[in-house]
């Protein structure tokens, strides 16, 4: 059972940006980022495969979120600029020893989840 933990979160201002970090117990394949906002349902940010895919961004986080990760480490990161006010939310990082070559973008593809870490963007 694979560990997940993420790092990196705290508060901005409208504009700024984040890395959050997250970085697993042992070699992991599909990882992503997910984000819940009070009152709202978890959703997809975006995943990377073991071997580096990343599919296409949803129109909330495109141009503004990357994803990447080193495997050597077993960490995955997400950089977020131009950062707004509705990105606020608890972010997830999620992994699975599945899916070497692609990444599920539905919560369901992942079995470890990391605790989350507080993201708040405000003036």
């Known amino acids: 059972q694979e560990r997940v933990e993420e790092s990196g979160g705290g508060s901005v201002q409208p504009g700024g940006s984040l890395r959050l970090s997250c970085t697993a117990s042992g070699s992991i394949n599909a990882a992503a980022w997910f984000r819940q906002a009070p009152g709202k349902e978890r959703e997809w940010v975006l995943c990377?495969?073991?071997?580096?895919?990343?599919?296409k961004s949803p129109d909330s986080v495109k141009g503004r979120f990357t994803i990447f990760r080193d495997n050597a480490k077993n960490a995955v990161n997400l950089q977020m600029k131009f950062l707004k006010p509705e990105d606020t939310a608890t972010y997830y990082c999620a992994a699975t020893g599945d899916a070497a070559n692609m990444c599920p973008t539905d919560r369901t593809g992942y079995n470890y989840w990391g605790k989350g870490t507080l993201v708040t963007i405000s003036s």
């Open positions: 990377i495969s073991r071997r580096g895919f990343i599919p």
